[in-house]
């Protein structure tokens, strides 16, 4: 009984044996089982020709589970496995589609998934050097860096091109006020004196009408003044700078201290002329000899009055006899009052005598007296304002030379340099 079930059990081990290739003589040998993970302390493996018993692997030596060879050998390279052949599915469908999974698996890349450790030492990224990063800075920075400073170097000289065509332009324009300034110089020469001031009177036409004459059109004087404002100086000395604003103020100061001293002095003699003739016509003036009041030593004088009104009768004036007969009186006052006395007018030299009328002489310097000082004090006034206007002009002379002087020398010379 005992015999007949060991007989069966042996029975049913070959017979599983079989089913699984593993009877000796029929089939493949069974492979060897994988170790255990982890290196850990489970069954040896067996062995192909072990004859069942379990053999002992290889000792573990060096990395890699390998036996390092001695200094001087290099390590044998372990030979490719061979592919296994292909699985047909008819026979064994199951294994033809776990050895495609497996060449699926092969070929498929590795899908990297953020936070998972795969296990796998972590690669090293190459890093991009510093200097290849300066050197594409640089092929970036330095042509921006020419474009600029070939661009400053443009534009500074478009504005030195401007400057230097401003300046002709300028020069060239003041050059045509040159002949007016000159005109003008001669004709305040003329009536110069030898200590340096004016000579002359107001009631000198000619003179009074050169300065008239001494005229500057509108239009040249606006476009002068455009010129003055607009035109580029960065690039001009200072002096130069300097001259050409103080000869634009100096040449616009003349003009108008002319343009008023010809129209005060004009008026002036408007002035004087009425007064003079309304006087002539409306006062007459006499004098006669006087001896020194009673008690008062000296010699006799002459007394200036004014006359009044002769002493004639009605029948007389409408017969224009009056200033003709004999023996003619006059009416006179000796101030401003209404109060008249009444002496002979002298119409003859035999006539005259103490107490006697004699006739004054309408000379300059007593028409002047009578008046009054509206004369003098208006040709003090016209030789002082035609003693500034010739300061003026000799300080407008000076500038012209200075601003010739330095065109010539500085800003002539000056050439236009290359701009697009």
């Keep these: 009984m005992a015999d007949e079930k060991k007989a069966g059990g042996m029975k049913d081990i070959k017979d599983l044996k079989a089913r699984l290739g593993l009877a000796k003589g029929g089939g493949a040998a069974a492979p060897a089982p994988a170790p255990a993970p982890g290196g850990g302390s489970g069954p040896a493996p067996v062995l192909p020709g072990s004859q069942g018993r379990p053999v002992l692997p290889p000792p573990m030596g060096g990395r890699g589970g390998a036996v390092p060879p001695p200094p001087g050998f290099a390590p044998a390279q372990p030979e490719p496995e061979p592919e296994p052949p292909p699985i047909d599915a ?14 699926q698996a092969v070929a498929q890349p590795q899908i990297i998934v953020p936070g998972f450790d795969d296990g796998k030492p972590i ?9 290849k990063i300066l050197l594409l800075v640089g092929i970036s920075v330095v042509p921006l860096v020419i474009g600029l400073m070939v661009g400053q170097v443009v534009q500074k000289n478009k504005e030195w091109n401007q400057t230097v065509s401003d300046g002709k332009k300028i020069f060239e324009t003041l050059a045509k006020f040159d002949v007016k300034i000159n005109q003008l110089g001669e004709v305040l020469k003329a009536k110069r004196g030898g200590d340096g001031r004016m000579a002359v009177q107001p009631d000198d036409e000619a003179f009074n009408n050169q300065l008239d004459n001494f005229k500057i059109d509108d239009k040249d004087l606006a476009d002068l003044k455009k010129i003055i404002i607009n035109s580029n100086y960065r690039n001009m000395e200072q002096p130069t700078v300097d001259a050409i604003m103080s000869y634009y103020l100096a040449l616009n100061q003349v003009l ?12 002036d003699l408007k002035f004087l002329q009425k007064r003079t003739e309304k006087l002539k016509d409306q006062t007459k003036y006499a004098a006669f000899f006087r001896k020194q009041p009673e008690g008062q030593a000296g010699p006799p004088f002459l007394e200036l009055v004014q006359l009044a009104d002769p002493v004639c009768t009605p029948e007389e004036f409408e017969k224009d006899k009056c200033f003709t007969k004999p023996g003619l009186s006059w009416n006179y006052r000796m101030d401003a009052g209404l109060t008249t006395s009444k002496l002979p007018f002298a119409n003859t030299m035999d006539a ?8 004054v002489s309408d000379s300059r310097l007593f028409s002047q007296l009578k008046i009054g000082t509206e004369p003098q004090i208006a040709a003090e006034q016209f030789v002082r304002r035609l003693n500034k206007i010739d300061q003026q002009y000799q300080a407008l002379a000076e500038l012209q030379e200075r601003i010739k002087n330095i065109y010539n020398k500085v800003e002539k010379p000056k050439k236009k340099r290359f701009a697009f």
């Design 90 to 103: 008819r026979h064994d469908p199951f294994g033809a589609m776990a050895q495609q999974a497996r060449a």
């Design 352 to 359: 005259v005598g103490p107490e006697v009328l004699l006739g």
């Design 123 to 131: 690669e090293k990224v190459q890093k991009t050097s510093t200097g």
């Design 256 to 267: 108008v201290n002319v343009q008023d001293h010809v129209k005060a002095t004009k008026n």
